[in-house]
């Protein structure tokens, strides 16, 4: 099936430092999202991208559809320790019966005090 | 509003035995997707409904496992017999679903099942 590539695979930063992880594709998708995963939950949405181009941010985070919308990117500025968690970017294609979604691998964020 | 939601959230089983996983997608969605998660293989789609049709079972690992949506509100995973390579995180999630259109998905807080 469809596999988005995410990088990094994972992140160690100092507390205060922004971040910054990424995913391409293949092929083109119609929605970009962004979820968040806390140790023992399920993954909870952060950011949805409808438009290429568009450029949206949630309190420090802000994230954009790429232009090809083959790709998307998500920024945390001055990054936390409570940010810590496995980060997933999803593609959504649509399709004639029901919409399909497609996850990255993830990006594992460790926050050092 | 109240999320999707799922049952039981933990499950310890004996290999051989049968397991049901339940789902409760949001309501007014019209599309609901099981997913399973280890660290080995990340987020696998297993199946996904569309207006309660099976649409896409290609990622259901084998016979042993069967997924169910009776009605709009309610889904079911089972795997029988269950092994002990079952053992992961399941998770239900549920998207509006609308054919065409832009779409966002909404996931469950998960089953956690071992099968020893």
């Known amino acids: 099936g469809q596999q988005l590539n995410q990088s990094p695979q994972s992140m160690f930063i100092q507390e205060g430092e922004d971040v910054s992880m990424n995913c391409t594709s293949s092929?083109?998708?119609?929605?970009w999202l962004w979820y968040k995963q806390d140790p023992g939950e399920g993954p909870v949405l952060l950011i949805a991208?409808?438009?290429?181009?568009e450029l949206t941010s949630n309190g420090r985070l802000t994230a954009q559809f790429g232009i090809t919308r083959k790709d998307s990117f998500l920024n945390i500025s001055a990054s936390i320790p409570s940010d810590v968690g496995i980060y997933f970017c999803?593609?959504?294609?649509?399709?004639?019966?029901?919409?399909?979604?497609?996850f990255g691998t993830g990006t594992s964020l460790t926050v050092i005090p | 509003d109240a999320g999707v939601i799922q049952s039981p959230r933990h499950e310890v089983t004996e290999m051989g035995q049968e397991v049901t996983l339940r789902c409760k997608p949001i309501?007014?969605?019209?599309?609901l997707f099981w997913y399973r998660q280890t660290m080995m293989r990340g987020l696998e789609l297993l199946i996904y409904?569309?207006?309660?049709?099976?649409?896409?079972d290609s990622g259901m690992p084998e016979d042993r496992f069967s997924a169910k949506m009776p009605n709009a509100s309610f889904s079911t995973l089972k795997i029988q017999p269950s092994e002990p390579r079952d053992s992961a995180v399941y998770f239900c999630?549920?998207?509006?679903?609308?054919?065409?259109?832009?779409?966002?998905?909404?996931f469950g807080p998960g089953t956690r099942l071992t099968v020893l």
């Open positions: 092929s083109i998708f119609n929605t």
């Open positions: 999630a549920s998207s509006l679903g609308v054919a065409g259109e832009t779409d966002t998905q909404y």
């Open positions: 999803a593609g959504q294609l649509l399709l004639s019966t029901g919409n399909q979604f497609y």
């Open positions: 991208l409808y438009k290429a181009g």
């Open positions: 309501s007014g969605h019209n599309s």
């Open positions: 409904f569309n207006n309660n049709v099976p649409i896409d």
